[in-house]
């Protein structure tokens, strides 16, 4: 009971709040088509060609996500939708525990630690959701404790990491594609022991493993291949619709706060009296520009930056740390009413995560108010063979087995089909080319949008159905 003290407290309560923070209701469009698919390999195997959509049906297709897919399938089927809300609280969780013990291994300052990883889990929030990158998000932490060192000290790999980074890699490259991005940091580790010492030495012969370990899955070779595309391919096409690929909004709040994070890590970089080593500052800079080129890319930098930011500040203010440890030591070590308060908050934790669930779930565990529910049922009665549909909702509708004309699996459809999708849905080049082309018997439809505007006012179709969110038009 000892130990019982403010430190533990706010210990407790930072990581208790990151996991209460992730308690939220299912409502990522693609989770459908993530737990559909999981579905289907549970009952056939894995998928190697699509059939989801009318307009590529049998056309090959990677899916380099399948184990979480399945995973999740598992979980909902046997403990039910809650056991998946909780399975990502405690996988974001346990990432930023991670990040925490990386830090104040490196700074032995719980002030550092509690801030730096209190900042990032605030800003890396708006990318959480139940789907396959929490999976990247945990093993990728794991990584970095495993790896990361001050910059005085030179990385030793005992064997168990010797062993267990590659299977990271082995069980990261079927969980997810952003294992190519791990690959990436390990070889920044690789080739400062190579440049150091004048030869390869056992983190490269690591980094070969795991490279190796990488081919590990149903995709092969491939799996080193296919994520790539997101950056040099075709794919990358879809980093100019959809929002979550596009650059940070510094307009909004979570913009201005990341600009203040960015600063506060230079800030470091210029106070620290040790030389920083090129390693990280490479590792610090490209990292910056992936959070800065996509918004899904932040957690990553957050990863990466909070413990080269927070090792620099503490070499920064560790005077100022340890006078201010003395002070604060000194009138909490035998106050009466702060250890009154330490059980208090403990002990009524577990109250606050019982209240906020029924608060969050009363009513369910999706937020079923952003998905076409009525709309979806008339579609299954009409059987419509050619269906346009919104990018958001091909999930939703691939859950209730409609055939789509597009859903979230943007590595999948071909980047002049998404480009003409996009702009005619948008307006911005004529739609009626696309509704000629396709020839559809029936559209599905945002309400009150400008192309909802466009079909109300043609004379080629006619709306039969209208609720808070869609609409639906079928040839007049």
Not at 180 to 190: E, K, R, S
Not at 212 to 240: C, M, Q
Not at 274 to 282: A, D, G, M, S, Y
């Amino acid at each position: 009971m000892k130990k019982l003290n403010v430190k533990t407290i706010l210990i407790i309560y930072l990581f208790g709040i990151i996991f209460i923070f992730n308690l939220t209701k299912i409502s990522d469009p693609d989770f459908f088509w993530h737990i559909k698919t999981g579905e289907l390999i549970a009952k056939n195997g894995i998928q190697k060609t699509d059939s989801f959509s009318w307009t590529f049906r049998g056309k090959k297709w990677f899916n380099h996500e399948w184990l979480s897919q399945f995973a999740f399938y598992a979980t909902s089927k046997t403990c039910g939708n809650s056991a998946l809300i909780i399975l990502k609280s405690v996988l974001i969780t346990a990432a930023f525990v991670l990040l925490f013990l990386t830090i104040y291994e490196n700074t032995n300052s719980l002030e550092i630690s509690v801030f730096m990883t209190a900042i990032s889990g605030w800003l890396a929030a708006i990318t959480f959701s139940i789907r396959p990158q929490i999976f990247s998000f945990f093993l990728f932490s794991l990584l970095i404790f495993l790896l990361f060192t001050p910059s005085h000290k030179k990385v030793k790999l005992s064997l168990r990491k010797k062993i267990a980074v590659p299977l990271i890699f082995f069980i990261w490259s079927n969980f997810h594609g952003l294992f190519i991005i791990g690959l990436f940091f390990l070889f920044f580790f690789a080739a400062e022991e190579i440049i150091n010492n004048h030869r390869p030495g056992n983190i490269t012969a690591v980094f070969f493993l795991s490279l190796v370990a990488s081919t590990l899955n149903p995709g092969g070779l491939d799996s080193l291949i296919h994520p790539l595309k997101y950056i040099f391919g075709e794919t990358r096409t879809h980093l100019s619709y959809i929002m979550e690929w596009m650059s940070p909004d510094f307009h909004e709040t979570y913009g201005k706060a990341f600009l203040l994070f960015i600063a506060i890590s230079f800030l470091g970089f210029a106070g620290a009296k040790q030389k920083e080593t090129v390693r990280n500052i490479l590792l610090f800079l490209f990292f910056l520009c992936a959070s800065l080129y996509s918004v899904r890319n932040i957690p990553l930098f957050l990863f990466v930056a909070a413990p080269i930011a927070g090792t620099n500040l503490w070499k920064t203010a560790d005077i100022a740390l340890f006078r201010f440890r003395l002070k604060t030591d000194r009138h909490t070590k035998n106050s009466k009413i702060l250890k009154l308060l330490n059980y208090f908050l403990t002990f009524s934790f577990p109250v606050l995560i019982i209240l906020i669930w029924n608060l969050n779930f009363g009513d369910g565990f999706f937020d079923m108010k952003k998905y076409p529910q009525k709309a979806a049922e008339i579609i299954k009665e009409r059987k419509p063979e050619k269906i346009l549909n919104p990018y958001k909702w091909g999930g939703f509708l691939i859950h209730n087995d409609i055939p789509v004309f597009i859903d979230g699996r943007a590595d999948f459809y071909p980047a002049k089909f998404i480009r003409n999708f996009f702009l005619s849905t948008e307006l911005q080049e004529n739609p009626e080319v696309l509704l000629k082309k396709y020839n559809f018997d029936l559209i599905l439809w945002e309400k009150e949008t400008p192309f909802a505007f466009y079909l109300e006012n043609s004379a080629d179709w006619k709306k039969i159905f209208s609720d808070n969110i869609s609409e639906i038009f079928i040839p007049a």
